[in-house]
């Protein structure tokens, strides 16, 4: 019996056909795929309970547009739902932009262990963005998710400068080769505003050049995974394994 896996994605732009054929590779997975805000959020709880593995590809809890932002939080059902799949040591995988959801749910940034940031507030400067960066990833530990995989591989994606709590996640890939810093992002919050790749006005400190760790959300498994942008990294066969074993770790399984 194929085990089941749920995909929450939207909220964010992204190239549905090549998403599909990565989903497609990973394996023999009886796959739902919800895409917010049509029959994301509100008929994902009852599939989040029962699936052997989550991978949330979404980037919720916002509305774009006219130059502003809106955010707004989760429903409680789905609040509910997801943490007590965490409570009953049932994980899940969170890629890419997932890092930027749910603005107004602060336990949701605690369970991943970090937040990218479309606006300035309490926390600081917004976010950093930077596509395209071609960097060479660097594993810098013993896992599962990264069993059979060389010590480093290139990658070409792109890279996020915002809050990550290194003291409370496991790393597992560092980016090396590109400099974390903000002269080499772009603000988030001047995007939003309609200034693509500006920097004006805005400074943000030094950042982690982490993209792949693990975290314990209380007895349950969690992976974040910064890899996903678009076409060029879900074909790259390194990133494909490392996503592939990440969901079978979080469903309890482990890969020789």
């Known amino acids: 019996m194929a085990r089941s896996l749920l995909v929450l994605s939207g909220g964010h732009p992204y190239e549905a056909g090549p998403f599909d054929e990565l989903l497609a590779a990973l394996g023999e997975w009886d796959i739902t795929h919800l895409v917010h805000p049509e029959g994301g959020e509100a008929d994902a709880a009852s599939h989040i309970a029962r699936a052997d593995a989550v991978l949330f590809y979404d980037m919720a809890g916002y509305t774009f547009a006219e130059g502003r932002v809106e955010t707004h939080p989760p429903s409680p059902a789905y609040r509910e739902a997801i943490a007590a799949r965490f409570a009953s040591g049932r994980g899940a995988v969170a890629m890419h932009h997932a890092l930027a959801g749910w603005a107004l749910w602060p336990e949701w940034h605690e369970w991943l262990g970090g937040q990218f940031h479309y606006q300035p507030g ?15 990833a660097r594993l810098v530990a013993d896992h599962p998710v990264l069993a059979g995989l060389p010590e480093s591989f290139a990658v070409t994606d792109e890279l996020y400068l915002c809050p990550i709590n290194e003291d409370a996640v496991t790393p597992l890939i560092r980016a090396e080769g590109f400099a974390f810093t903000p002269d080499n992002f772009y ?19 030094l950042g982690s050049n982490l993209v792949a760790w693990t975290k314990q959300v209380g007895p349950a498994p969690l992976v974040y995974l910064q890899f996903g942008d678009g076409p060029e990294t879900y074909a790259n066969p390194y990133f494909r394994r490392i996503l592939a074993q990440a969901l079978q770790f979080i469903a309890g399984e482990t890969t020789s």
């Open 187 to 205: 603000s988030a919050a001047n995007a939003v505003a309609g200034e693509m790749f500006s920097r004006k006005g805005w400074d943000h400190p």
């Open 122 to 136: 309490a926390h600081g400067a917004d976010s950093g963005y930077r596509h395209d960066v071609a960097y060479t």
